[in-house]
């Protein structure tokens, strides 16, 4: 396989994270191999004035001003058949991730960027890149799927697309575990990408 062109880089331009707080990105930008699908790996260089993921997943939410137009069209929370309850609700599982993680560890989240399709309704799109985050991420992650439609809102933007973010650690009966260090590495963007050209390939829109 093909590796991505990446880099690495202090809080991206369009990172929501407050910009003094100094959390790092690793980019796997789209390629000629994978043209509808980004990897960013997020973590913490030092255990001092962290940027809350809480912060990150709002900023996602609402990435524009405008109290109407200015978030997104669609969120979602996936978690494995075993996690507590509570973690369904988006502000409580960020509220728990960011009070539970331990100073040592420096691995936050990852996030797949998945173009949709411009020939198809977005929802169609949405419910293909849904399928996959349940079968490829949620079986041991919680997932929060945030798609961005800017033509709703009458924005060009940067085309429809869905934000795939993968909490780093796992999560069971009693809550979150470790973080895992596969997920969070060149291993876990190359099975990301194998499994989600997979995916394309033999899902069929429901009847």
Known sequence: MGRAKSKVSEILEHDPSPANTKMKAFVHDPNDEHP???????????????????????GKRAPGDHPKFGHSARTEVLLPSKAPADYANIDFLTRRFDETLPPFEKHALVQAKIMLEDDEAWHVGYERVRSFARAHFAQRFAVILIAHIPGTAGLKGQGNHVHCAVLSRTININGFGGACTTLCSDRGYEAATAAWQEHKASWEVPA
């Open 36 to 58: 509808d699908f980004a990897w960013v790996r997020y973590w913490y260089e030092n255990d001092a004035d962290r940027a809350s993921v809480r912060d990150w997943v709002e």
